[in-house]
């Protein structure tokens, strides 16, 4: 049974920095898209961030391009989100998703595209 378990968040002053883990576990094929969503209250969820672990291609939203940075260590099955020069719009909580039938490209954001999901873990940045 596949299972993802985030780590990282906390509180955070504007302009700081914080990385997330999504430790990845009973799983087969070594292949997947592995992709970071939030959710603030009231809004919908928007992806972030996403790779491939095939061959490391990676995908960002818009608003946090040059400041987030999805890597993957396939040795601890782990997928990281460093989060650098951090604003209170990206206050939200945050999770981490998985799906193998996908190989990333413009559907690497979209969050129906992945079956499997994390419990999530809170960020929040003050001014």
């Known amino acids: 049974q596949v299972q993802l378990v985030e780590s990282g968040g906390g509180s955070v002053q504007a302009g700081g920095s914080l990385r997330l883990s999504c430790a990845a576990s009973g799983y087969t094929y070594s292949s997947y898209c592995l992709g970071w969503f939030r959710q603030a209250p009231g809004k919908e969820r928007e992806g972030v961030a996403a790779i491939y672990t095939g061959g490391g291609s990676t995908y960002y939203a818009d608003s946090v391009k040059g400041r987030f940075t999805i890597s993957q260590d396939n040795a601890k099955s782990t997928t990281y989100l460093q989060m650098n020069s951090l604003k209170p719009e990206d206050t939200a909580m945050y999770y981490c998703?998985?799906?193998?039938?996908?190989?990333?490209?413009?559907?690497?954001?979209?969050?129906?595209?992945?079956?499997?999901w994390g419990q999530g873990t809170q960020v929040t940045v003050s001014s």
């Open positions: 998703a998985a799906d193998w039938g996908m190989y990333g490209g413009s559907y690497a954001l979209r969050a129906k595209e992945y079956n499997y």
